[in-house]
Structure formats: C-alpha cells, structure tokens
C-alpha cells in the first residue's frame, strides 16, 4: 500500500512520515514547496484543498484541514473516495464546527474512516516562545487544565490507524494528565535551566492579540474556552496507550525535547 501524507513538513505530519518509513510503508507527500519535503518519499505539489492528482494510486490519506472553515472541503476530499481516510480532528468536533463538518464530509466518501480527536497540540505551547526570554510568559487563563497530546503520540496513533485495522473508529487523543498552563509553562522553564512565570493577561487583551492570527470568531472562541478549562477540565483519555501499547508521553518530556 502506499500512504498519502498531508502536513508532511509539520509537527505530527513529520513524524508520521517517519512512523511509516520506518514500517516500510512507500509514502507520498502533498506539499506547497518540494524544497521542504522529507527525504526519502515521493513528492507531489499541491494544496490540501487540491488534492487532484496526489490522491491517485495512493490507498490511504493522514488528512489534515488546515483551515479555519469547512468551506471546499467535498472537492477536497472527493479524490479518496473509498480510501482509508485518517484525519487529524478535534474534540470539539462533537459540537459541530470546522471538524465536525469535516468529519461529515469523510463520512461522504468513505466508509474507512478514523478519527483522531485531539484536546490540545502539546505545540501550542510555542506560541509563549517569543517571551520565554523574559521569564514571564504573559497570556489569558493559567488556571485552564489542558490534557495536551505529544505530536509523537498522535503520530503513532495515525500509523497505526494507517497500517491496521481501525475503521469507523474515533479515538480521544490526549496527553496522560490535565495539566494548568501555568504548570506547563514552569515545566518549560525547567527544560530551559531558567525560571518562566505565568502572568494573566485579561482576556479581551488575549483575544485583540490572537485576532490577526486565528481571525476573530477563532480568538474569541480559544479564549472563552481556556476560561471554561479553569472549572472543567479538559479529559484524559487512555485511547493512546489503548492503540500504541504505551502511555502517552507526559509533558514534561516534551518540554523537554523542545527546550532543554
Ligand atoms: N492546535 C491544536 O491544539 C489542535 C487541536 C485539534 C486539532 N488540530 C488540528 O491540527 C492541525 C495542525 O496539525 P500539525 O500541528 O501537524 O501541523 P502544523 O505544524 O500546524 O503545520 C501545518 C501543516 O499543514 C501544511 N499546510 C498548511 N496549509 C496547507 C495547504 N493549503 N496545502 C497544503 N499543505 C498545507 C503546512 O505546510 P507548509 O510547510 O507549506 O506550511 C504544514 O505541513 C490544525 O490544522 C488543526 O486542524 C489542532
């Protein structure tokens, strides 16, 4: 078989390509800018929302949408129909949204699906980098307990959900604890040999700086839902330990890896 990856010069999509190599499975990989493809793999130019030619003759597809609407989304994922589809999700696909509409979408064209629904990207947490070198990472809502994944972890569950059997499945991808943003951010200073302090941000300030990035709804949402984890805890989920055999890595271990 061979295995489309999208993302592939990313945080999961990397070590998905590894994963897979590494498994002697042929991959391909759809990437805007062939100079920062992997070595060792086929490489086709294109757009996620594009796929075209980059989805034929593969068998399964590690999806990514990495956009902030569903819009485009059945043009996107018409080229795999009946293919094995594993899509990197949310939890809050639940709920509808861009990831619950995607996942209606996959639903449309296959019947071999997984879905790998995450809490949080432990990654997120490099958005704080730039103030790391002050010692104060100044944001909104240190008390929000997050379970956030390792991309490794996540990574191994989509090549075992590429190269097994796990259709129609949708697995809870988490860290092994709920852990504050507070508590993550001390954990870095510890990989760092350097003392880094939360200090809160108010949350409209929160919202006007992430607004360029995310856009406005997008902002407005992340910061009210960082205000919900403070009384109610993202979960913790087992369904990593469950498809790899091991427990997910804590994250002071990729603070480590990140920062020491
Ligand atoms: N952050 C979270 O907590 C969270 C939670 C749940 C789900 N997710 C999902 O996780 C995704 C991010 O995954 P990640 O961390 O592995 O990726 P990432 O490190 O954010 O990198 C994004 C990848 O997508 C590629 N890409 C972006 N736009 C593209 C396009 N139009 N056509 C082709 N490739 C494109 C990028 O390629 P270039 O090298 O060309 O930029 C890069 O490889 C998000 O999109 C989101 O849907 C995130």
Known sequence: MTVLVTGATGHTGRHVVAGLKAAGVPVRVLVRDPAKAPEGVDVV???????????????????????????????AVKPFKGKKIVYLSAMSAEDGGVWGDVEAAIEQVTDDWTFLRVTGLATNALAWVPRLGTGVVRAAHGQAKRSVVHERDVAEVAVKALTEDHVRQTYLVTGPESLTQAEQVRLIGEALGKPVRWEEQPPEEAKAELIPHLGAEFAAGAVDYWASLVEDPEPVSLDVARVTGHP?????????????
Do not use: M, N
């Not at 997910?248 to 020491?260: D, G, I, T, V």
């Open 248 to 260: 997910a890595r804590p994250f002071a271990e990729w603070a480590r890896e990140h920062f020491s």
């Open 45 to 75: 130019q294109g757009d996620i929302a594009d796929p075209g030619e980059a989805a034929e003759g593969v068998d399964a597809v590690y999806l990514l949408w990495p956009f902030f609407t569903a819009d485009g989304i059945e043009k």
